[in-house]
């Protein structure tokens, strides 16, 4: 069964930054054929989604609360995918998800509900 696995996520202080990895490697050839996205959810909260990329990055979404901090980017040679987040805040503390689609990446994906397949998250915890 095709998964992803996260790793990178750490307790920072604000302001810092951390580079968030997910790798893909049971997806073989086919990665690139894969939009993939990084979500996150705290407690008490629901999912929101937080940066995602296109099959060759051409396509690129953040959300608002993460614009001009965090970066997202893709090694379709290395099946991975990175978030690099800078300036960290408190209120980016959450559970961090990565998620494969193999449908096209459009405006509404922030929901989720068109990635397939999702990784167990890594936790980023921001001090103040």
């Known amino acids: 069964q095709r998964q992803v696995v996260e790793s990178g996520g750490d307790l920072v202080q604000a302001g810092g930054s951390l580079r968030l990895t997910c790798t893909a490697p049971?997806?073989?050839?086919?990665?690139?054929?894969?939009?993939m996205g990084w979500f996150r959810q705290a407690p008490g909260k629901e999912r929101e989604g937080v940066a995602s990329?296109?099959?060759?990055?051409?396509?690129?979404f953040y959300a608002d609360s993460v614009k001009d901090r965090f970066t997202i980017t893709r090694d379709n040679e290395l099946r991975t995918v990175y978030l690099q987040m800078d300036n960290l805040k408190p209120e980016d503390t959450a559970k961090y998800y990565c998620?494969?689609?193999?449908?096209?990446?459009?405006?509404?994906?922030?929901?989720?509900?068109?990635?397939?397949?999702w990784g167990q998250g890594t936790q980023v915890t921001v001090s103040s």
């Open positions: 998620a494969a689609s193999n449908g096209p990446l459009t405006s509404g994906w922030e929901d989720g509900a068109d990635f397939k397949y």
């Open positions: 049971q997806f073989d050839f086919d990665f690139a054929n894969y939009c």
């Open positions: 990329i296109s099959f060759l990055g051409g396509t690129i």
